[in-house]
């Protein structure tokens, strides 16, 4: 892991960390903020004396708007090369902390951290048991209360072995028992069966554990009638589907894969556009519209569209109270 990820850290370490905002400078700080509203606090309220962790920090594109929102955050990377360039770039934050890692939280202490998080990080390692070793050690730094979001990629296993660049998979089971064993409280799961599969997890009070309440979460129940809306343009019939959906049965991305499969063949702009009033009941922007084309165009499976419209702040928004 560590020699992989210092060679992409030389190789381009923007495009490693978020190759859909690497070509500019610009866009891939810019792509922080965004992703740091929309999915890393999402439905979460932070005190702003809160302190926080993340795991795999890359070079800071979270850390540095998180520092502007908290009293102090540790970020924890596999690559040296990755710190030595987060050091660099947030050299002007001064209540940051960069730490290099041999795949644990070594040198954080006990019950230290309101709020621990990773965002893309998880879905690159190829070994479970250095996963489990991460929820093992969130549970100890973590104080009573406190709140860990994590994504995990939560497509379903393939055949071949993983590596350090398409790693391990988890089912929704999987994540509840890493869980259980390393005695956090699972609050939330979005995501099944997606690349970006989100657990929203607690640590529970115990005598001697400092207690943090900067942390609020806000939980979020499916809105029927947005769903049933949605099933509609998606082919299904909502009497059969919807209390499926609702009572966790069944996932989205499970009855989107006929979505997929019946418009694998259009032409990008087609599938994009087809897409966007499927799931989000609107015409693509210009952006989004050029993104996704320029995904595909590359060779990224069609599947990674899905998976993003699926799991978007507006996805949310709008099927979700």
Same mark, same amino acid.
């Given at each position: 892991?560590?020699?992989?990820?210092?060679?992409?850290?030389?190789?381009?370490?923007?495009?490693?960390?978020?190759?859909?905002?690497a070509d500019s400078e610009e866009a891939f700080w810019r792509s922080g903020e965004e992703d740091l509203v929309n999915f890393i606090l999402r439905d979460l309220d932070l005190d702003r004396n809160a302190s926080a962790l993340e795991i795999g920090c890359g070079i800071g594109r979270l850390l540095r708007p998180l520092s502007f929102r908290v009293a102090s955050a540790v970020g924890v990377d596999i690559s040296g090369e990755m710190i030595e360039r987060a050091r660099q770039a947030l050299a002007d934050r001064p209540n940051l902390l960069l730490l290099h890692t041999s795949g644990d939280l070594a040198d954080v202490a006990d019950a230290s951290s309101d709020f621990l998080f990773s965002f893309i990080?998880?879905?690159?390692?190829p070994v479970k048991r250095a996963v489990s070793r991460y929820f093992e050690e969130a549970a100890r730094v973590l104080k009573a209360g406190a709140v860990l979001r994590i994504q995990v990629d939560g497509r379903p296993s393939r055949r071949r072995s993983a590596d350090t660049w398409d790693g391990v998979r988890y089912t929704p089971e999987e994540v509840a028992l890493e869980l259980k064993s390393a005695g956090l409280e699972l609050l939330d799961l979005t995501g099944a069966g997606t690349q970006y599969m989100w657990i929203t997890a607690q640590q529970h009070a115990e005598p001697g554990r400092p207690v943090s309440a900067a942390v609020r979460f806000h939980r979020k129940e499916w809105n029927p009638e947005?769903?049933?809306? =949605?099933? /509609?343009?998606m082919g299904y019939d909502p009497a059969s589907e919807g209390p499926r959906i609702l009572s966790g049965q069944a996932n989205l991305r499970q009855l989107a894969q006929r979505v997929i499969e019946i418009n694998e063949n259009e032409k990008p702009r087609t599938y994009v556009?087809?897409?966007?009033?499927?799931? =989000?009941? /609107?015409?693509?922007?210009?952006?989004?519209?050029?993104?996704?084309?320029a995904e595909i165009e590359r060779g990224i499976s069609r599947t990674n569209l899905v998976d993003c419209?699926?799991?978007?702040?507006?996805?949310?928004?709008?099927?979700?109270?």
């Open positions: 892991m560590r020699r992989d990820w210092d060679l992409r850290a030389r190789e381009n370490a923007l495009y490693y960390i978020d190759c859909g905002h990080v998880f879905q690159h390692i947005a769903v049933n809306r =949605l099933l /509609r343009r556009s087809r897409a966007y009033r499927i799931f =989000l009941d /609107r015409e693509p922007d210009d952006e989004g519209l050029a993104s996704y084309i419209l699926l799991n978007s702040a507006e996805f949310a928004a709008k099927h979700r109270v």
